[in-house]
């Protein structure tokens, strides 16, 4: 299980490697393919590697909104080398996990999300959330 200062020091990484904290931006500047299926409104999204090529499926039926933080997530996935097996993202499993590839995928989501930005600069988290494209469901995964 990698640590949360390791995934922390790992998306700094990423972020500044790429240019960018933007998960959809992150995958065009790291040969990460990116696609749409009909995953019906239950999936967000899937990582996978196929043949030593990564992909990552997002729901056709996500808005740009889930499709954002679902890229960011299964960007998680990736850089932490989970593998094939890694569960896929669903409306229903978006709770709060303590240890697991799903905790350090969502902590990598957030940490990206958040590269670079100034906390100081808003009121609320509420506000920063909205700002950043992090949901409200994540707020256990920020410290601040």
């Known amino acids: 299980m990698r640590t949360a200062d390791w995934i922390k020091k790992k998306a700094h990484e990423v972020v500044y490697n790429a240019g960018t904290n933007n998960p959809m931006k992150i995958c065009e500047e790291n040969g990460i393919y990116v696609c749409h299926q009909n995953l019906g409104r239950a999936f967000l999204g899937h990582y996978t590697n196929i043949k030593r090529i990564p992909?990552?499926?997002?729901?056709?039926?996500?808005?740009?909104?889930?499709?954002?933080?679902?890229?960011g997530h299964e960007l998680g996935h990736h850089y932490c080398h989970h593998g094939n097996n890694t569960e896929w993202l669903s409306r229903?499993?978006?709770k709060?996990?303590?240890?697991?590839?799903?905790?350090?995928?969502?902590?990598?989501?957030?940490?990206?999300?958040?590269?670079?930005?100034?906390?100081?600069?808003?009121?609320?988290?509420?506000?920063?959330?909205?700002?950043?494209?992090?949901?409200?469901?994540?707020?256990?995964?920020?410290?601040?």
């Open 55 to 71: 992909l990552i499926t997002l729901s056709a039926q996500n808005n740009e909104f889930e499709d954002n933080y679902a890229c």
């Open 92 to 94: 229903n499993n978006l």
């Open 96 to 144: 709060f996990n303590t240890i697991g590839s799903e905790y350090e995928a969502n902590l990598f989501m957030v940490n990206i999300m958040l590269e670079g930005v100034d906390v100081s600069e808003f009121e609320t988290k509420e506000q920063l959330f909205k700002a950043c494209g992090i949901p409200l469901w994540a707020e256990r995964y920020v410290k601040l």
